[in-house]
């Protein structure tokens, strides 16, 4: 049984990339010292999960700032006021449009869906020229295949990050940011192309905005989005990911008749009712990433129960094509348990992080599997007569 980890905290066990940063905005540092902290935390986490038997690890999950920024360097799309001339973006226009600078505001910044986590507004309209600009996620697939790890690439995907801008300042409005679908999948195309050619077999594209209660137009955009990009994707397995709530039936139909797509990530923890979809209907043949390990508490997941979900899960869409998984990204816990030495240990036994979250994840899928685990002593069966 295979196990997926949606994405993982950036900013260290000990803040490493918290100090590393400061140090750096405060000129106390260099730009080579901050990469360098940033790729050992990379590293570090790629190791990690690979260590623990996560089978589907996620790269390009870090992030200086934030994962919708990243989105905006890589599709080129800087307000005028930060004065870029194009080209890779660096340091100094990327924290510009997070921090702002001297002369300039930084762009907003708004609540990530109903967390704490906090993402920088993209800035569009009629008028933006669109252009490939970073190519961070290229280069943590192949720095993490340096390493020994092939990753499965995450992009925020396009329809997302266009329902989740803004429009620019003097631009109506009234203006449809998904009108620019045409102007940014080729820059996606660029991506995947690289990606492929880096040699990437999955690709996890973001969608979050799918839980959200779209009108029929805004559900075509993401029917229109993924056709475009099939041929792109053809020999890619693709994962579209969604979380923090259930989809709606209209949202569901739409996820899987998308063109291209291998696997649909679900959110069954915050998302209670989509199982009745899934069970109702699911494509033969397709993935269901079935996330039942919490990605935005501190609690050790109750195993017995997300085993039973599983199980039955299991009997609908079948043992190969069941991938446990967390219900978003564990970006939205805290780090590592180990850290917390002046914790009663009764207490400690109550919480998992996110290194904890993994280890259970895996345990969940060998639990299902018959296998043993020192996190889940005992067999499929004899763990589920249990909880029965």
């Not at 685990?373 to 249990?386: K, L, R, W």
């Amino acid at each position: 049984m295979a196990s997926h980890i949606v994405g993982y905290p950036r900013m260290g066990p000990k803040r490493e990339l918290k100090f590393a940063l400061e140090s750096f905005w405060d000129k106390k540092s260099s730009a080579e010292d901050l990469q360098k902290v940033a790729a050992g935390l990379r590293s570090s986490i790629w190791k990690q999960m690979a260590d623990a038997g996560i089978k589907y690890i996620p790269s390009n999950t870090f992030s200086y700032y934030d994962q919708v920024l990243d989105t905006t360097a890589m599709l080129g799309a800087v307000p005028p006021r930060y004065g870029w001339n194009g080209g890779e973006i660096g340091f100094d226009t990327y924290f510009s449009m997070a921090r702002g600078n001297a002369s300039v505001p930084a762009m907003e910044m708004t609540k990530w869906f109903d967390t704490n986590y906090h993402f920088i507004v993209p800035e569009l309209g009629p008028d933006v020229r669109f252009s490939y600009a970073s190519h961070k996620a290229v280069d943590e697939y192949k720095e993490a295949k340096a390493l020994g790890v092939n990753t499965v690439p995450v992009l925020v995907g396009p329809v997302s990050y266009l329902m989740l801008s803004k429009p620019a300042k003097g631009v109506e409005k009234t203006f449809s940011l998904l009108s620019l679908l045409p102007k940014i999948l080729p820059i996606y195309k660029e991506v995947i192309s690289e990606l492929k050619a880096a040699g990437a077999s999955w690709i996890q594209f973001d969608e979050p905005t799918l839980v959200l209660d779209l009108d029929a137009h805004q559900l075509q955009a993401f029917t229109t989005a993924y056709a475009d990009l099939e041929s792109t994707l053809s020999g890619l397995n693709v994962l579209i990911e969604t979380y923090f709530a259930d989809l709606t039936s209209g949202a569901y139909k739409t996820l899987i008749e998308l063109k291209g797509v291998t696997a649909y990530g679900l959110d069954l923890v915050r998302g209670t009712k989509t199982i009745d979809l899934i069970k109702t209907n699911f494509p033969k043949g397709k993935f269901l990433f079935a996330g039942v390990v919490d990605g935005r508490n501190i609690w050790a997941n109750d195993l017995a129960s997300s085993l039973g979900t599983l199980q039955a899960l299991e009997a609908i869409v079948g043992k190969d094509n069941l991938v446990v998984s967390t219900s978003c990204s564990l970006l939205h816990t805290a780090v590592d348990l180990v850290n917390e030495t002046k914790l009663d240990d009764e207490i400690k036994s109550w919480l998992a992080f996110a290194a904890q979250k993994v280890v259970e994840v895996n345990a969940l899928a060998k639990a299902l599997a018959g296998q043993k685990d020192e996190v889940f002593p005992c067999n499929f069966s004899s763990c589920f007569a249990s909880f029965l």
